[in-house]
Nanobody, 125 residues
Framework: QLQLVESGGGLVQPGGSLRLSCAAS????????IGWFRQAPGKERDGVSC????????NHVSSVKSRFTISRDNAKNTVYLQMNSLKPEDTAVYYC??????????????????WGQGTQVIVSS
């Protein structure tokens, strides 16, 4: 089973920054493209960003494209999501998951069949 653990969430004021981490347990993260997803209260879980297994390709949903950066350190078995200029509408539980690919303009389809606990991000003054 492809287990991922998210961390780094918290409460931040509008305009602030957070860096989320996604750590793999029991498998080599570098073998997979990874996606970040988020679920706001009362809404469906949506894709936010993805990164290819090598890190050479990234995609972002248009609402975060100029503010979020996804990166990975395969030596540390970790993927990061740097979130800047945060807005109240970014408030959600954020999840990471292995995805089928990160290519073209797509954000990838989760392939593990399960989700971790996620990390809560609250953007509020």
């Amino acid at each position: 089973q492809l287990q991922l653990v998210e961390s780094g969430g918290g409460l931040v004021q509008p305009g602030g920054s957070l860096r989320l981490s996604c750590a793999a347990s029991g498998f080599t993260l570098g073998d997979y493209a990874i996606g970040w997803f988020r679920q706001a209260p009362g809404k469906e879980r949506d894709g936010v960003s993805c990164i290819s297994s090598s890190g050479g390709k990234t995609n972002h949903v248009s609402s975060v494209k100029s503010r979020f950066t996804i990166s990975r350190d395969n030596a540390k078995n970790t993927v990061y999501l740097q979130m800047n200029s945060l807005k109240p509408e970014d408030t959600a539980v954020y999840y990471c998951a292995p995805v089928d690919s990160c290519s073209g303009y797509a954000l990838g389809i989760p392939i593990s069949g399960s989700w971790g606990q996620g990390t809560q991000v609250i953007v509020s003054s």
